[in-house]
């Protein structure tokens, strides 16, 4: 697998999104995008606050540039305005493996393609380019809208963790895990 802090430039384009490495510029729009405090009802950060937004825009520098993780924009190909972001994280190049996370969209891309045409763009770039063997998407158990979503990415349901993660307010939630592979991916975008 290649390592993805090795490659210079990522930019993934489809009919409804683009999406590229996360930069300074995108900050104000990915502000205005974030302002609806329903997108954080399952994430770590509130980023409708406007202190924990810059908390938030830190923890992705910050995790780029300390190997972490890779921070993308994700933008509307219509407008190229930013309407959420995605990370590609728990990079294990000995393992080809990756999870995708922290992601979020302005509520106005919520039930559209958009979500389903960003991660059939980041699956093609980590299983294609990056050569991936692995991708695996975690999800807290009571995002039901997050879970439903998975059905429609061809991926595996592989089980639940138990009181894995502390939320922003003290609670203990459980995570579901799902996964798919290079090879189930590669026969989902053979033609039929």
Do not use: Q
């Amino acid at each position: 697998m290649i390592d993805p802090f090795s490659i210079a430039s990522v930019v993934l384009d489809g009919d409804r999104i683009h999406c590229r490495l996360m930069d300074e510029h995108d900050i104000p729009g990915l502000k205005d995008a974030a302002a609806n405090p329903a997108i954080w009802d399952h994430m770590v950060f509130n980023a409708s606050d406007p202190v924990e937004f810059e908390a938030y825009i830190d923890s992705m520098f910050s995790g780029y540039r300390s190997g972490i993780h890779v921070p993308l924009t994700v933008f509307s190909s219509t407008t190229r305005k930013p309407i959420g972001a995605i990370k590609i994280m728990y990079i294990s190049v000995p393992d080809e493996s990756v999870t995708l996370g922290g992601t979020w969209l302005n509520p106005d891309y919520w039930g559209t393609p958009a979500n389903r045409e960003l991660h059939r763009l980041l699956f093609g770039f980590c299983f294609d380019v990056l050569l991936a063997n692995r991708i695996d998407i975690r999800i807290y158990t009571d995002n039901m809208r997050n879970i439903s979503a998975m059905a429609k990415h061809g991926v595996v349901y592989e089980g639940t963790l138990r009181d894995a993660r502390t939320a922003r307010d003290g609670r203990k939630r459980d995570v579901s895990y799902f996964s798919i592979l290079a090879r189930e991916w590669h026969s989902l975008s053979e033609p039929a």
